[in-house]
């Protein structure tokens, strides 16, 4: 079982970057699929990107394409979300999460991750 924390959320202005981070322990994060979602209030939770157990493969929203990126710190044991020209439609609670199984194949749903960490704010302004 692996245990999820995410980090690096906060308020920044529109145009600006951010970089989350997502710590695992109690596992080694590179044994699994990674995908981050959000989720604004009274909206449904949202798939951002996910990144395979290699790193060799990506996947992004279409919302966030060619302005985030993800990646793995295999030395620090994280999966980061580089975010670049933040829009205010960005406001949300950022998650990272994790299937059970690497047999899942479920990427960009929900259903396919079982652990979750608790989330972090990010807050985009005019």
């Known amino acids: 079982q692996v245990h999820l924390v995410e980090s690096g959320g906060g308020l920044v202005q529109a145009g600006g970057s951010l970089r989350l981070s997502c710590a695992a322990s109690?596992?080694?994060?590179?044994?699994?699929?990674v995908g981050w979602f959000r989720q604004a209030p009274g909206k449904e939770r949202e798939f951002v990107a996910a990144?395979?157990?290699?790193?060799?493969?990506?996947v992004y929203g279409d919302s966030v394409k060619g302005r985030f990126t993800i990646a793995r710190d295999n030395a620090k044991n994280t999966v980061n979300l580089e975010m670049n020209s933040l829009k205010v439609e960005d406001t949300a609670a950022y998650y990272c999460?994790?299937?059970?199984?690497?047999?899942?194949?479920?990427?960009?749903?929900?259903?396919?991750?079982?652990?979750w960490g608790q989330g972090t704010q990010v807050t985009v302004s005019s």
């Open positions: 999460a994790a299937p059970r199984s690497p047999s899942n194949a479920a990427v960009v749903t929900t259903t396919g991750y079982d652990y």
């Open positions: 109690g596992s080694t994060v590179s044994n699994y699929r």
């Open positions: 990144i395979s157990r290699s790193g060799g493969s990506t």
